[in-house]
């Protein structure tokens, strides 16, 4: 997929569906983030902006169509609708309600890929290139590549995420809860671990940072202009 890669929440109550389907789209080079249930789903796309949610529509608790009710108009995201053969009035429903398609379980997982490559295709068109630059410091998103001091340091998913998220709102600080939701890690020392890394190819002065600043007692801010 060139230098883009889409990032998918995958949500479904069913951990064999959301395995094999984080399986599958792995495989294709797109960054997945899964959910057991609408209410977990909806503190995710709180925190990460995702470029589609694959969605099942019955899930005990909160149902998928109450989740694309809530959410649709906050969020620009696309959605596809896992549904039952049975469930023609939800989809129905679904769509009406601002879901973009919908796939009859069970799936195929070759045509659920389909379906995802023609969205989210749609949406490469259109993808502009992410770089940002503050001082000495250039951040190429898409590339997954920092530019320091004429020296050129690679940066995984993991911190390409959190490095997003903070470039999307800088000046806002964000808990080690917060990162912890947005890369699925519980361990506060492993989030430490990630942030000193991704400052030794940020600061000039990792033990000093200018730009990825600790907020004691609160978390972690990016300050760039």
């Known amino acids: 997929m060139d230098n883009f890669q889409a990032h998918i929440l995958v949500v479904d109550d069913d951990a064999g569906i959301r395995s094999l389907v984080k399986k599958y789209l792995n495989e294709k080079k797109y960054l997945v ?3 057991d249930n609408a209410e977990n789903a909806s503190e995710k ?4 902006k995702f ?3 694959v969605l099942d529509i019955m899930m005990p608790g909160k149902s998928g ?3 694309v009710q809530e959410n649709k108009k ?3 995201t696309p959605i596809i609708l896992l549904t039952a053969k049975s469930q023609s009035d939800e989809r129905i429903e679904g769509l009406e309600t601002g879901a973009d398609d919908y796939l009859p379980k069970p799936f195929e997982p070759r045509e659920l890929i389909l379906r995802i490559n023609n969205i989210v295709g749609k949406t490469k068109k259109n993808e502009q290139t992410r770089i940002i630059e503050f001082e000495n410091v250039r951040i190429d998103l898409n590339k997954k590549i920092i530019f320091k001091d004429n ?15 903070m470039i999307n709102s800088p000046g806002k600080i964000f808990s080690r809860e917060d990162i912890g939701i947005l890369i699925e890690i519980d361990k506060e020392r492993s989030i430490d671990v990630i942030i000193t890394r991704l400052r030794k190819k940020i600061e000039k002065d990792p033990k000093n940072p200018k730009f990825l600043q600790t907020i004691r007692g609160a978390g972690y801010v990016l300050w760039i202009k």
């Not at 796309?45 to 990460?48: A, G, W």
């Not at 020296?151 to 998220?165: D, S, V």
């Open 65 to 67: 169509l109450e989740f």
């Open 151 to 165: 020296k050129e340091y690679k940066i995984n998913n993991t911190e390409k995420i959190i490095l997003e998220k």
């Open 74 to 76: 906050k969020i620009e």
């Open 45 to 48: 796309i709180k925190i990460i």
């Open 33 to 35: 983030t899964t959910a």
């Open 51 to 53: 470029d589609l949610i």
